[in-house]
């Protein structure tokens, strides 16, 4: 298998978690999303990807994008361990907060939708970084609150195993921090945050540790 991803990436850091949680070995494809005007813009990787964003995932003739789809795909191939739970409802949960930050959290703090913000709409960096803090705080409160007050969390998100939704959290944290999002504001948040840490997978899969961080 191969990862076309970029070190700081939150959607690509979920699926180096999810890697190694499944212990896969993959070759790591780095694609610079700055240097040299964006190497996600070449042609070469267009071919891969047309929409020009990271990751993709290569495993022989099947190419997967879209972080939850590489995550789901690589669930089914490779059930051990089972990143969602058994039953429907608890599917749905870790889904829920899994799409509670792809979808309504990460994507006002992607790379494109700043470098937009600061050509089109005047917003210096004291600005970009303010809105995506702003952003990343309204959506941690309503998690935080939903995290808070569920009956089953455990450990982490959902029980007392690592789910989909840590997967998913994890790199929103990581992002919220680097942003300078007050995390005593989000203590349930934080918490499972530090408990992943302590657990090999994910910590691998940090920024820091890739061979392209800078």
């Known amino acids: 298998m191969k990862l076309y991803n970029y070190f700081r990436s939150s959607a690509s850091y ?3 978690i999810a890697l190694n949680l499944k212990g896969l070995a993959y070759e790591y ?3 610079h999303l700055v240097r040299e005007g964006g190497q996600q813009h070449a042609p070469a990787y267009r071919g891969i990807a ?3 964003l990271v990751p993709v995932l290569v495993d022989g003739d099947v190419g997967v994008h879209q972080s939850l789809a590489i995550i789901e795909y690589l669930d089914e191939t490779h059930p051990d361990p089972p990143l969602l739970p058994a039953d429907a409802a608890g599917r749905a949960a870790v889904r829920a907060i899994a ?3 792809a979808c309504d ?5 992607n790379t494109r939708v700043l470098k937009y913000l600061a050509a089109n709409c005047g917003l210096d960096k004291d600005g970009t970084d ?3 803090r702003h952003w990343i705080g309204t959506g941690f ?3 935080e609150t939903r995290l808070a007050q569920s009956p089953t969390r455990g450990k982490f998100c959902y029980g007392n195993t690592p789910t989909l939704a840590d997967i998913l959290l994890v790199p929103q944290v990581f992002n919220a921090r680097r942003f300078g999002v007050d995390m005593g504001r989000f203590p349930t948040i934080a918490a499972i945050d530090a408990r992943c840490a302590q657990i090999t997978a994910f910590a691998d899969a940090a920024p820091a540790k890739q ?3 800078e």
């Open 14 to 16: 979920r699926v180096r």
């Open 29 to 31: 494809v780095p694609v």
């Open 50 to 52: 047309p929409e020009g």
């Open 99 to 101: 799409l509670d930050i």
């Open 105 to 109: 959290i990460h994507p006002l703090g």
């Open 130 to 132: 303010a809105w995506v």
């Open 141 to 143: 409160a309503a998690l």
């Open 211 to 213: 061979r392209d961080a």
